[in-house]
Structures are given as C-alpha cells and as structure tokens.
C-alpha cells in the first residue's frame, strides 16, 4: 500500500487473477512464480546475480540461485561466448 500498510491478501490474490487473465495466460500461475520469472529474466538481460539477489531480497546467494533457471536462451548464449573463447584463442 502506498503508506506502508500491509496488502491483503486476498485483494492482491484477486488483482493478481485480473493481470494473469488481462494478459491472457491460462496457466493458473502463482504469485511466486512470477519471482521465478523475473529472476530468469533479470539473468537473461545480463543483470549480475548479485544484483538479482538484491532485488527479490534474499540474504543468501543460493536462495536466488534456486530461483534463476537456465533458459535456451541463457544456454545459447553461453554456448556462442564459449565458441567465440575457442575460435580467438
């Protein structure tokens, strides 16, 4: 809330059905899923995982580990930067 009180859990838990529903996922996604989502593509935008770490506010590194998972695009582009290491050696 914008004077720092707490949100119901309820409202958000609604608001939350309204985005899913507006941007028109039929996957009955959780809120938490949507941390997992952002951490992922925080990591694909080559935002440092400190960093990541920081804005889901996890104290612990590997908490924020669990919660990045490795795309085709992540695996892609690790995958062209290793072929690029091999080919300019």
Known sequence: MPDGSPIDAGDDWDEWKEILELAEID?????HDAR????TLLLEQRVDIRVVQAVLGHSQLTTTKRYTHIT????SEAAARMGRALRDS
């Open 27 to 31: 996957k009955d996604a959780r809120v």
């Open 72 to 75: 085709e695009t992540l695996a």
């Open 36 to 39: 997992h989502t952002a951490a």
